[in-house]
């Protein structure tokens, strides 16, 4: 499939927040950067990339309320955390309102947030490059996830993973299960190297 590119950020440009559409910019120029790198389809690797926030702005009880119009299945962790549903309305919507049918880019789309375990390389870029975008605030550890992003995937996966969940526990936020099983799966992988 033909994707237009231009086409897709125009769009972003007039969904997004100017901050969250730089956002999206950086993502998809670091998932493009990350395919390459890691031999991955640069396309793909770009429209998931761009498109991933495009369902950022809905308030909580519309994440929800629109997962429940499309049949999105809701865990008691999202009911909570409304804002974890953003990726899998995305994916949704990028196929409804932007004619996206590449499975592989929906997926990667759906689990940017949380990631998950056995990502897809695409996905694994995908969650990365939100992790890592050159506009990004500084955050402990982040420069050397950037550096590390370049050399060891999975590593670079592990590590933001591992953050992540520190960071949402210092805050006392409630953690998705995708994300634990995330980081023991790739605990496991980065163990066994
Ligand atoms: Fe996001
Ligand atoms: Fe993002």
Redesign the pocket.
């Known amino acids: 499939m033909e994707y237009d590119l231009l086409e897709l950020q125009d769009a972003m440009r007039k969904v997004l927040k100017p901050k969250r559409y730089l956002h999206s910019l950086g993502v998809q120029f670091t998932c493009a950067s990350l395919a390459m790198r890691y031999e991955c389809d640069i396309m793909k690797a770009q429209v998931a990339g761009i498109l991933?926030?495009l369902a950022?702005y809905y308030d909580a009880s519309e994440q929800i309320s629109r997962c429940e119009q499309n049949n999105i299945p809701i865990s008691d962790i999202e009911r909570k955390q409304p804002y974890l549903l953003?990726?899998k309305l995305a994916a949704c919507y990028a196929k409804s309102e932007y004619g996206i049918e590449d499975e592989e880019i929906l997926q990667a789309m759906a689990y940017?947030?949380t990631g998950k375990p056995d990502m897809s390389k695409l996905e694994k870029i995908v969650f990365l490059a939100?992790y890592i975008e050159p506009s990004r605030r500084m955050i402990p550890g982040l420069t050397e996830i950037r550096k590390l992003a370049f050399e060891d995937l999975d590593l670079a996966v592990y590590t933001t993973l591992k953050n992540t969940l520190n960071y949402l526990k210092s805050n006392g936020q409630t953690i998705d299960n995708t994300t634990i099983e995330a980081y023991e799966y790739y605990k496991d992988i980065v163990g066994n190297k």
Do not use: Y
Request: aromatic residues 0%; glycine residues 12%; negative net charge.
């Open positions: 991933h926030d950022k953003h990726g940017h947030t939100d």
